[in-house]
Structure formats: structure tokens, C-alpha cells
T-cell receptor
Framework: EAAVTQSPRSKVAVTGGKVTLSCHQT?????MYWYRQDTGHGLRLIHY???????EKGDIPDGYKASRPSQENFSLILELASLSQTAVYFC??????????FGPGTRLTVL | QQNVQQSPESLIVPEGARTSLNCTFS?????YFWWYRQHSGKAPKALM?????GEKEEGRFTIHLNKASLHFSLHIRDSQPSDSALYLC????????????FGAGTQLIVIP
């Protein structure tokens, strides 16, 4: 079974602070993704990457940066956290046009 | 830009009922069509996929795809309380570069 892990699993941050969410996959997948999910709603793509050292903007990239230092690792950075960024964040990995495997999620609360 | 819409937003059905969930998409060049299921507090997980027009059945679940109508659906036969979850449709291919476009989801509740 594919394995995607995320850290931390939950985080409380202050407005204006910096937050880094980390994702690690052991699937040998080229593609990695960061989504946010607001309560009871679908997934919105923030950033994704199909090769190390390169990232692409998704549908809602404003206020977020991404970093892909290796095939296995993909980070999401909130330089100046805001109240509106309170959400659950999911990382996923996949092969090209194949099933996406999701991590367990990180619950972020910005106060 | 791909636009994926799901209906209904929520659905409550009795145990044993046949349930139908719908998904429409806007990019006629789309190639891959997925249903993901997310139980409360858990990560989404792929349920089924279809890549060509027609129907595909796996156990109690059936996907139907009509590319000409820009529509695909998920049908659940003999719905069980354990089927209660958020169902997300997703589409890839066309102008996308390996990414999925997700719908907003249908919240299904199956009453025992």
C-alpha cells in the first residue's frame, strides 16, 4: 500500500506567524500535491509538483509557497498565516494520471 | 479551465436503497474520471475510476460515463450505513498536467 505521511498532524499558529507543513512519500511517485479542505467541502489544489526542485501553482496559491527538495518530500509554507487559512491540509502523491494517495491530513488553526 | 460540479450536495437514504450521485465536467478533452470517498475525519481514498464511455461495476458500486454529455455518475446498490461519507468526483486529462480537478462533494448519509 502506498504511504504518505504528514507532519505535524495538528498545529495552532498565530496570525502573522510562519507555518511549515511537511509531507513525505515512500511510493516513488513523481507527482505530489497540496490541497486544503474546509469543513464539509471538497478539495482545492494549492500547489503541486511533478519533479524535484520544481513546483506549479494550483487553483488557490495566494498566501502559500511550496518546496520540493527531493522526490520524497514536499513542503507547504505559510509565510504570514491568516485566519482564513484555518483548514485541513492534505498532501497526496501519484504517478502520472494515476490514483492519488493521500496523507492523513494536518488540521491547522490560525488564531 | 475545468469546472467540475456535483449533485446533489447532500443525500439521506434508508439502508438498502439505491443511491445515485452525479458529476458534470466542462472540458470535453478530459480523459480520466474518478470517484473518491472520504469518511468523517479520514483522508480521501479512491473508490473507482473509468477511462472510456460506458459502465463499470465493482461489487455494489457502478460508474457510468457519458463523455458526449460531459457527465458521469456513481450508483450504489443496497446502500449500507458504512457507505455514509463525503463522495468526491474528480477529472483529469485534457488541458491539465497530471492533476485532478475535484468537485465540491456529495455528503451521503445512510440511515439504518
Amino acid at each position: 500500500e502506498a504511504a504518505v505521511t504528514q507532519s505535524p498532524r495538528s498545529k495552532v499558529a498565530v496570525t502573522g506567524g510562519k507555518v511549515t507543513l511537511s509531507c513525505h512519500q515512500t511510493n516513488n511517485h513523481d507527482y505530489m500535491y497540496w490541497y486544503r479542505q474546509d469543513t464539509g467541502h471538497g478539495l482545492r489544489l494549492i500547489h503541486y509538483s511533478y519533479v524535484a526542485d520544481s513546483t506549479e501553482k494550483g487553483d488557490i496559491p495566494d498566501g502559500y509557497k511550496a518546496s520540493r527538495p527531493s522526490q520524497e518530500n514536499f513542503s507547504l509554507i505559510l509565510e504570514l498565516a491568516s485566519l482564513s487559512q484555518t483548514a485541513v491540509y492534505f498532501c497526496a502523491s501519484s504517478d502520472y494520471y494515476a490514483e492519488q494517495f493521500f496523507g492523513p491530513g494536518t488540521r491547522l488553526t490560525v488564531l | 479551465q475545468q469546472n467540475v460540479q456535483q449533485s446533489p450536495e447532500s443525500l439521506i437514504v434508508p439502508e438498502g436503497a439505491r443511491t445515485s450521485l452525479n458529476c458534470t465536467f466542462s472540458d470535453s478533452a478530459s480523459q480520466y474520471f474518478w470517484w473518491y470517498r472520504q469518511h468523517s475525519g479520514k483522508a480521501p481514498k479512491a473508490l473507482m475510476s473509468i477511462f472510456s464511455n460506458g459502465e463499470k461495476e465493482e461489487g455494489r458500486f457502478t460508474i457510468h460515463l457519458n463523455k458526449a454529455s460531459l457527465h458521469f455518475s456513481l450508483h450504489i446498490r443496497d446502500s449500507q450505513p458504512s457507505d455514509s461519507a463525503l463522495y468526491l468526483c474528480a477529472v483529469s486529462g485534457g488541458s491539465a498536467l497530471g492533476r485532478l480537478h475535484f468537485g465540491a462533494g456529495t455528503q451521503l448519509i445512510v440511515i439504518p
